[in-house]
């Protein structure tokens, strides 16, 4: 089994076992930027590429994941949920917007209640988590010194960022 389908399976397993506590939880959230209208040539990020792996919507708190399964501890992880957490924080603060095409979309993996939360301005904090099973050798003996260097830079704009291994959700 290719490394991509099986991170795909961690992602649903994860996906249904947190919605347990908290409905409100999907997964493959895409997060491509377009200059004003959504087309191939008004792109300006990968196209398809760019998804946050698994979100959840609890109260005031938009938690997002990057997930990395047991074969893959890139060190990528790191710019990946950096992206991901700035890009949901300025959609969550009006500095970029949804196309307006979403009113009349269909509400494919619960984005129509992410957009609405972002519409009421109902969330206040974006938790972003690293989710796998071990970081990669350059960076887990400085794990603790990277998180606090992010947080240090991110909190003040309503950033908080974790780290929490696989198996506490399996």
Not at 53 to 58: E, G, M, R, V, Y
Not at 77 to 105: C, F, R, V
Request: proline share 4%.
């Amino acid at each position: 089994m290719s490394d991509k389908k099986r991170e795909a399976e961690l992602e649903r397993l994860i996906v249904t076992k947190l919605r347990k506590s908290i409905p409100l939880t999907d997964h493959q959230l895409p997060v491509g930027l377009f200059d004003n209208e959504v087309k191939t040539t008004k792109t300006c990020t990968p196209r398809g590429a760019s998804q946050i792996d698994l979100w959840q919507l609890d109260k005031d708190t938009l938690r997002i994941f990057e997930l990395k399964d047991k074969d893959n501890n890139s060190v990528g992880i790191i710019s990946e949920l950096i992206y991901y957490a700035n890009i949901m924080n300025e959609l969550i603060k009006g500095n970029i917007q949804y196309p307006q095409s979403i009113k009349t979309a269909k509400d494919i993996r619960n984005i129509k209640s992410l957009y609405s939360a972002i519409q009421n301005k109902s969330i206040n904090t974006v938790e972003a988590i690293f989710l796998n099973y071990e970081f990669h050798p350059l960076i887990k003996y400085k794990k603790n010194q990277i998180m606090e260097l992010i947080n240090e830079g991110t909190r003040p704009h309503g950033i908080i960022f974790k780290d929490e291994l696989v198996e506490k959700y399996l």
